[in-house]
């Protein structure tokens, strides 16, 4: 199992002055809040990324394994700026940081009566991002098709261009790309997925896993011609035998792609006024 969960933080990763963002920004939630009611729930999310804080608490909820890829924003509709303004004060002239402007989100969704139903898990997210995708907040989502070990993901698929309007943002993880068939372990699989990618797209993609023992003890010979990098990522994953689902971040201040790895969990009552994760095998 992997050493630490890794999540949105892999923002920090960049070589980005840290320094120069904002201590004032919007009163965030902490995290998504699921109430129920009836046969239903409402998930509240309040985050400059909503739609994945709203994902992360269904993950618990339910201990799914979901994989996440963020819309590329760029423009002012889906970013906004995040310099604190004293650094800026100090740094007259250059670029400062920014961060994707999403806000307050509400879904009322039907409760997961049957979390290892793969039916019922595509009617839930469906309708968390069909919910999303009627507010304002930046980006637009898909849900793609389960694959053959159940998975889904949750992929960016529009963003708004400088004036506006929709546009197409072609996932990067469609791309396709030749990795040959050779022994390696599953870091070095991944790295070698992402430098096709670069090489195809022009891209840079940042695994943010370099010190989890399990991908560097792992031997896969993940590989195949012109197939879509997320088809090879998700079989080198999925070469540790454990139900672990990557996050997919996008930093347009770089720009560059950021990867984190997490394994599937559920939240439960710890009994004593608390609660603690429990490992998952993502109901595949």
């Known amino acids: 199992m992997l050493k630490r969960v890794l999540t949105v933080t892999g923002f920090a990763f960049l070589c980005v002055a840290i320094s120069a963002q904002s201590t004032t920004r919007p009163k965030f939630l902490d995290r998504a809040r699921i109430?129920?009611?009836?046969?239903?729930?409402?998930?509240t999310a309040n985050d400059s990324i909503p739609l994945f804080q709203a994902l992360y608490a269904l993950r618990l909820e339910y201990g799914w394994q979901v994989d996440w890829e963020s819309a590329p924003g760029y423009s002012h509709f889906d970013v906004v700026d995040d310099t604190d303004p004293k650094w800026r004060a100090a740094h007259v002239g250059e670029k400062g940081v920014t961060r994707p402007a999403g806000g307050l989100f509400t879904a009322t969704l039907p409760e997961a009566s049957d979390?290892?139903?793969p039916t019922v898990e595509r009617e839930v997210l469906s309708g968390l991002i069909g919910e999303y995708n009627a507010t304002d907040n930046?980006?637009?989502y898909a849900l793609r098709a389960a694959e053959p070990d159940g998975r889904f993901a949750v992929v960016g698929v529009q963003v708004r261009g400088e004036s506006g309007e929709l546009q197409f943002a072609s996932p990067l993880l469609d791309t396709p790309v030749t990795l040959t068939k050779t022994r390696r372990n599953v870091y070095d699989t991944v790295e070698s997925i992402f430098t096709a990618l670069q090489s195809a797209t022009g891209k840079r993609v940042i695994f943010a896993a370099a010190s989890s023992s399990l991908f560097r003890m792992t031997e896969t010979t993940t590989g195949g011609e012109k197939v879509a990098a997320r088809e090879l990522l998700t079989q080198a994953l999925a070469s540790t035998?454990?139900?672990?689902?990557?996050?997919l971040f996008f930093n347009p201040d770089v720009p560059v792609y950021i990867l984190n790895v997490s394994p599937a969990m559920r939240e439960e009552d710890d009994g004593k006024d608390g609660r603690k994760l429990i490992p998952t095998d993502g109901h595949r």
């Open 241 to 247: 035998k454990q139900p672990i689902q990557y996050d």
């Open 115 to 117: 979390p290892s139903d």
């Open 35 to 43: 109430q129920r009611s009836g046969s239903g729930i409402m998930v």
């Open 138 to 140: 930046p980006g637009k």
